[in-house]
């Protein structure tokens, strides 16, 4: 149902509702607090100096307002509470003055004063309110506030007439839980702590069912499906390529291409997930399948997520492919018109046998005359339903995705789990450990001294800044006030050039350029340089304020350096009492770390808070309800083989989504 029906919600809030993903009435019902707030009123004549307390009074005083400066005022008044009378002040609520008026009773959180017998309050509610409430709080943007959230979604009770509850009746009575129109209630309006804890509980294992229902679906039908191909490759051909590359593969390469090599010529479709860190050279392994590809007369599509990448893979690929016959193409969102059509014309005609790109590639109206393969890197970036969108274009290409977020086997067993995976844990002969030390930002001067030594043996370096999401600072003031401070403490007597997301295409490829070439010898950036761009000159790596990154994060920043057998540096600059932080000074191992990233995570409040990534849930944690998500996972395994022999018969809302998946395909 639609946002309008709802009494009071008018365009612009439809808007301010859309910018928090909620588009539809069951969306809003979705739209799950993140934290709560319980009132428990204190009785004045039993609290001591210093405590915060929440009270109810009645004004006794006409409100006193002060103003010290433009942006500092003060309200004080009198109430009676308890048979007690107290001063109250609040600071710059100087418009609430007119509602404050004598014989009101209110209710005032803040800090007790003994010796003032004051509250000064952080909060004064204009009514009354019950002990013990518990106010949901939710996440928001500028323009809206937590009432009128809690106000839409009480309206959203009352027009909304069709709740659906995915967990089948059966599992609903073996687990005794609450119903799904309770649980929802009780989530955004609860009445007691009891009543959080069943209605999450209800509502995590619905997700997690939902959610494995779907990916163990996926794996079923994959295992259904006729009618591919198998690709004939000449083995020979592949060996002759093999041997031609400049380096020796790893064990786990190899491994990756015998796995892969068996997907394309077997009769079932390949879903392969090849999982390995940064630089562990998973790109290689994908060129090898395209060329397999090439070599049965099937075209390949690669994408990635964003331009930088894209181009960069066609420049180095088409490197590795250069004594093949193959025929690359590269088509961006930003490729002229003109030179898209010629693209396209040649896709159909079969001239062109390997085409590098964004996602666009898929999304837009391409079509080849016969493709065979679907690669895409980095796929942590694609949620579940991408993922499967990729599969509709062409007769049933095989898909292979390439991923650089270690994450541990045994959740990716489960979140993949409609994937068959390759591991690449070894690293390439030669490669150095990186080497990373955090210094203070007091120790600055050290820094800078190290940045010298780098520079004076001809090599480069990266200095990552964190974007301040609340700081009213822009990227590009952030990142050249880095830049500012460099020239000066070099004396100009080095070039530097900043990148940044605000910049357009061409000023950031031209940086790139620089870079590149090495005319740029110091390159100031936010994280745009986190994915895939490979300077191999670059020997250092300088991150500001790298308590503000997550691990995952950081890994992948690190990994931009040490491509090579030189040594190389990592400065974090941070507290060095930082846990995080001093795992990145002990390990160089995407595994271990993202392992300990999964440990150190903060659960969230009393909620699983959005997951950054690939797996968005709205209420469940992997992690922290990691035993729900096994149990989900074998339920939705037995659901699954008792009702697809008849088709979910009399279950409607299974096979509702059983075609949305299968529009996908
Ligand atoms: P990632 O797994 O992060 O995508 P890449 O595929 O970009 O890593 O590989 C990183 C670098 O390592 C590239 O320059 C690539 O040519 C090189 N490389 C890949 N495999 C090997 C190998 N077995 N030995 C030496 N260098 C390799
Ligand atoms: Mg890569």
Not at 315 to 326: A, H, K, V
Request: glycine residues 6%; aromatic residues 8%.
């Amino acid at each position: 149902m639609e946002l309008k029906s709802i009494k009071g919600i008018g365009e612009k809030t439809i808007s301010l509702l859309n910018s928090l993903d909620i588009y539809n009435i069951n969306d809003l019902l979705s739209f799950y607090p993140y934290r709560y707030i319980t009132y428990n009123i204190s009785d004045i004549n039993n609290v001591s100096d210093g405590e915060q307390v929440i009270i109810k009074g009645v004004i006794c005083s006409t409100p006193i307002v002060r103003r010290f400066r433009a942006n500092l005022n003060s309200t004080s008044f009198r109430v009676t509470s308890s048979s007690r009378m107290l001063n109250v002040v609040i600071y710059n609520r100087a418009f609430m003055k007119n509602n404050l008026v004598i014989g009101k009773l209110i209710t005032i959180m803040g800090k007790y004063e003994e010796k003032k017998n004051t509250i000064v309050a952080s909060n004064i509610i204009l009514n009354d309110i019950k002990d013990g409430f518990i106010e949901s709080r939710y996440h928001l943007r500028e323009g809206i506030t937590n009432k009128q959230i809690s106000k839409y979604v009480e309206s959203a009770f009352n027009v909304s007439n069709e709740v659906i509850d995915y967990i089948p009746e059966e599992l609903n009575l073996k687990y005794k839980f609450i119903d799904k129109s309770t649980a929802l209630r009780y989530i955004h309006f609860p009445k007691s702590v009891s009543e959080i804890k069943k209605a999450k509980l209800k509502l995590i294992y619905e997700e997690l069912f939902l959610f494995m229902f779907k990916i163990n679906y996926l794996k079923y039908v994959k295992t259904k499906e006729v009618g591919k191909e198998p690709k004939v490759v000449d083995i020979r051909k592949v060996q002759e390529f093999l041997s031609s590359l400049p380096f020796e593969l790893t064990k786990d390469q190899i491994k990756a291409i015998e796995e892969i090599h068996k997907d394309l010529t077997s009769t079932v479709r390949m879903n392969r997930l090849i999982c390995g860190d940064v630089g562990s050279g998973k790109t290689i392994v994908s060129v090898v399948a395209a060329y397999e590809c090439f070599l049965a007369h099937y075209q390949t599509a690669l994408m990635a997520p964003t331009e930088i990448l894209a181009r960069q893979h066609y420049e180095s690929i088409s490197n590795l492919l250069i004594d093949t016959d193959i025929r690359i193409g590269l088509l961006l969102g930003s490729t002229k018109k003109k030179e898209k059509e010629e693209i396209y014309e040649k896709l159909k005609n079969g001239e062109i046998d390997l085409l590098i790109g964004t996602h666009a590639i898929i999304s837009d109206n391409v079509s080849f005359k016969n493709l065979g393969l679907v690669i895409t890197d980095e796929q942590h970036r694609f949620g579940v339903s991408q993922r499967h969108s990729l599969r509709n274009k062409g007769n049933i290409p095989d898909i292979l995705y390439m991923s650089a977020t270690p994450i541990p086997r045994t959740y990716a067993l489960t979140i993949y789990g409609d994937m068959d995976m390759s591991l690449i844990k070894t690293k390439p002969k030669g490669r150095k450990e990186i080497k990373t030390i955090i210094k203070s930002e007091s120790e600055i001067k050290d820094v800078l001294y190290l940045m010298l030594e780098e520079i004076k043996k001809g090599r480069q370096i990266y200095v990552v800044v964190p974007l301040i999401e609340e700081s009213d600072k822009s990227e590009l003031t952030t990142v050249s006030e880095i830049k500012d401070k460099l020239d000066i403490a070099f004396n100009k007597k080095v070039s530097i050039s900043t990148l940044h997301g605000k910049m357009n295409k061409d000023e950031k490829e031209s940086v790139m350029k620089d870079f590149y070439s090495g005319n740029i010898k110091i390159l100031v950036s936010t994280t745009v340089i986190e994915v895939g761009v490979d300077v191999e000159n670059t020997t250092m790596m300088v991150i500001f304020d790298a308590g503000r990154f997550g691990l995952a994060t950081l890994h992948q920043l690190r990994g931009r350096i040490g491509r090579n057998s030189l040594d190389s540096t990592c400065v974090l600059i941070g507290s060095k009492n930082n846990k995080r932080l001093k795992v990145m000074e002990e390990s160089n191992d995407g595994f271990y770390i993202t392992e300990m990233d999964f440990k150190m995570r903060k659960e969230g409040d009393l909620f699983g808070v959005k997951q950054s990534g690939d797996m968005s849930f709205k209420i469940a944690d992997i992690k922290r309800d990691y035993d729900i998500l096994l149990q989900a996972k074998s339920d939705s395994e037995d659901f699954l083989q008792k009702n697809i022999i008849n088709g979910f018969k009399n279950q409607e809302k299974y096979i509702k989504i059983v075609k949305e998946l299968k529009s996908l395909d």
